[in-house]
């Protein structure tokens, strides 16, 4: 974030899962009942929202938060999966779509098992996803392989300015 040549703000999702140690509510997540989600969702205030992981735990974008940043004039950055983006893209087919991924889903693996936050039933059923959603990697306009942080960052950051450039041309 502190990288991008954009004015940009990422939205924080809202989600049905427990809080882990030292997330706040509002900073890392918007941490919801199941059934507040759920009349929230009834009520069409979801951007995208979505099961994930087969886990029984929902994830989703409020339109609110897209607009509070909106409203701010800074770009939205979206951290979502694959279902997510997918209606994002249907919705919003000018908006900007990357596909961020490991290099391997081994490397994935070591990094799910690293953080030591998921059951071994957890990982395996986000490996079998991870695996799912590399399918869709041509449905993205652009594909970011994360193997060396900063460079990915400095990638990320082109295709910003390079965005950038092109919506400030056409405004010309």
């Not at 900007?96 to 690293?114: A, D, G, V």
Request: aromatic share 8%.
């Amino acid at each position: 974030m502190a990288e991008s040549p954009v004015p940009l703000e990422m939205a924080v999702s809202a989600t049905t899962r427990p809080a882990r140690p030292g997330e706040v509510h509002g900073r890392e997540y918007y941490f919801l009942s199941l059934e507040e989600f759920q009349e929230r969702e009834a009520n069409g205030e979801f951007l995208e929202c979505a099961e994930v992981h087969r886990t029984g735990n929902w994830y989703g974008t409020l339109k609110s938060e897209v607009q509070r940043i909106q409203s701010s004039g800074k770009w939205v950055l979206l951290e979502i999966d694959v279902q997510g983006a997918q209606h994002v893209i249907a919705i919003y087919p000018e908006a900007m779509s990357i596909f961020l991924q490991t290099p391997s889903i081994e490397e994935y693996e070591r990094r799910l098992r690293s953080r030591g936050t998921e059951s071994e039933e957890v990982i395996l059923r986000r490996l079998r996803t991870a695996q799912d959603e590399l399918q869709y990697v041509a449905s993205y306009q652009h594909t970011v392989i994360n193997d060396d942080l900063d460079r990915a960052v400095r990638q990320i950051c082109a295709l910003l300015a390079e965005r950038e450039a092109k919506w400030n041309a056409g405004r010309t």
